[in-house]
């Protein structure tokens, strides 16, 4: 099955400066790629996702890059804010392309805590 | 729009009792809902995959005669934690799927004693 790799597990950084979180996966059939924002007690937000046939997404002070040869995303934040603190989770899946049961199904990496400190 | 919500969002029982959590897609119709399972600090778990209509998916190493699933309509599927013992407090999380976007509920709070 699918394995997603994430690094590093924390990251502290300094409000204003850029963090960078990475995520490598095993299956080269897997097609869309979310990352996920959880605050402590709360549900996983879908913050910004890729799909394969795109190499890179923005939103605002967020970015996701992908490299399918490589097998590995990352996700960009800049000009961090005290409110991006939290634990960020990237996932893979087979998307809307797989078939049975397995439909949509998944796989998160271990998560980074983030940290921007005033 | 995509609102997941969940019920209860915290439950305390006794060990040995069955406990059920309620997963909801309110603004929209979801074929496939997934049960996750995330302890203090860790990343989120798979249990099962949930379709309506038909009989849940588990993963590897997840009992289906402990954790019962019933995705009875479009909007609701069930999660049923029979015969609770204390290692199964944990925090549940259920996520249903619109496209191949996945949204997730408040998860519940599970606490055996």
């Known amino acids: 099955g699918e394995n997603v790799e994430q690094h590093p597990s924390t990251l502290s950084v300094q409000e204003g400066d850029s963090a960078v979180i990475k995520c490598t996966y095993s299956d080269s059939a897997s097609n869309y790629f979310p990352w996920y924002k959880q605050e402590l007690g709360k549900r996983p937000q879908l913050i910004i996702d890729i799909r394969s046939n795109v190499g890179e997404k923005k939103d605002q002070r967020i970015a996701v890059t992908l490299n399918k040869t490589a097998k590995h995303f990352s996700l960009h934040i800049t000009e961090t804010q005290p409110e991006d603190s939290a634990v960020y989770f990237c996932?893979?899946?087979?998307?809307?392309?797989?078939?049975?049961?397995?439909?949509?199904?998944?796989?998160f990496g271990q998560g980074t805590i983030l940290t921007v400190h005033p | 729009g995509a609102v997941v919500s969940q019920h209860p969002s915290w439950v305390i029982c006794k060990s040995g009792t069955s406990v059920k959590i309620e997963c909801r897609s309110l603004?929209?119709?979801?074929?496939?809902m997934f049960w996750y399972r995330q302890f203090p600090k860790q990343s989120l778990m798979l249990m099962a995959t949930s379709n309506e209509g038909s009989k849940a998916t588990y993963e590897q190493g997840v009992e289906k005669d402990k954790f019962l699933i019933n995705h009875a309509s479009l909007t609701l599927s069930t999660l049923t934690v029979t015969s609770a013992h204390p290692e199964d407090s944990s925090f549940y999380i259920c996520s249903a799927s619109l496209v191949d976007k996945q949204y997730f509920g408040p998860g519940t709070r599970l606490t055996v004693l």
């Open positions: 996932a893979a899946s087979k998307g809307i392309n797989a078939g049975g049961t397995s439909y949509g199904k998944l796989t």
């Open positions: 603004d929209f119709q979801a074929t496939t």
